[in-house]
């Protein structure tokens, strides 16, 4: 069993950045990949990245690509999200998830586990 909580979310302008971080607890993050997705009220859950267990493979959305950055670091057990660039349709309720599946996940099904989420708005 994993436990993730999310951080890091808050208020931002467009244009501005925020870091999420995700701490694992109950195993070694180092067996899962790992993901986050966001939701917005009314739409469905929307794959934002994932990586894998070592974090030398990452995915992202076209959405996304080249203003935001998943890394891990599985010695403090934590999954971050760099956001840049930050547009007002980002925002969302972002949530990270760890998969026992070894490649990358895209799709909610493949995660496990999920924690609560973390508000990110950005204003116009």
């Known amino acids: 069993q994993v436990q993730l909580v999310e951080s890091g979310g808050g208020l931002v302008q467009a244009g501005g950045s925020l870091r999420l971080s995700c701490a694992a607890s109950g195993r070694t993050l180092s067996r899962y990949a790992m993901g986050w997705f966001r939701q917005a009220p009314g739409k469905e859950r929307e794959f934002v990245a994932t990586?894998?267990?070592?974090?030398?493979?990452?995915t992202y959305p076209d959405s996304v690509k080249g203003r935001f950055t998943i890394s891990r670091d599985n010695a403090k057990n934590t999954l971050y999200l760099q956001m840049n660039s930050l547009k007002p349709e980002d925002t969302a309720v972002y949530f990270c998830?760890?998969?026992?599946?070894?490649?990358?996940?895209?799709?909610?099904?493949?995660?496990?586990?999920w924690g609560q989420g973390t508000q990110v708005t950005v204003s116009s």
């Open positions: 998830a760890a998969s026992k599946f070894l490649g990358l996940a895209t799709t909610s099904d493949r995660f496990d586990y």
């Open positions: 990586i894998n267990w070592s974090g030398g493979s990452s």
